[in-house]
């Protein structure tokens, strides 16, 4: 069992920078394949960005790349999302998740925990 509690969302305006955390109970973080989704109101939750347990190979949505940035401290239970040049498109509800199907890490279905979400805003 893995609860995963994220953070660090808020208001900012377009072009700025927020970092988002996700703070992972137990002691298997590590064995976990990590993933950012999002929900924006009326749509569905789509794949932002995913990482290995190995940390060595991510792996990001067209929409978002070279603009995020995922990471991980495994001695710190913990996955962040750097975002940066943020646009008001990217405004959703984003959420944190664990799994084991690294083949499915863009997919919903891929993960077994999720957060409860934290609110991106990015005004114009």
């Known amino acids: 069992q893995v609860q995963l509690v994220e953070s660090g969302g808020g208001l900012v305006q377009a072009g700025g920078s927020l970092r988002l955390s996700c703070a992972a109970s137990g002691r298997t973080f590590r064995r976990y394949f990590m993933g950012w989704f999002r929900q924006a109101p009326g749509k569905e939750r789509e794949f932002v960005a995913a990482i290995r347990s190995s940390v060595t190979n991510t792996y990001y949505a067209d929409s978002v790349k070279g603009r995020f940035t995922i990471s991980r401290d495994n001695a710190k239970n913990t996955v962040y999302l750097q975002m940066n040049s943020l646009k008001p498109e990217d405004t959703a509800v984003y959420y944190c998740?664990?799994?084991?199907?690294?083949?499915?890490?863009?997919?919903?279905?891929?993960?077994?925990?999720w957060g409860q979400g934290t609110q991106v805003t990015v005004s114009s």
């Open positions: 998740a664990a799994g084991m199907k690294a083949y499915a890490f863009g997919l919903s279905s891929g993960y077994d925990y």
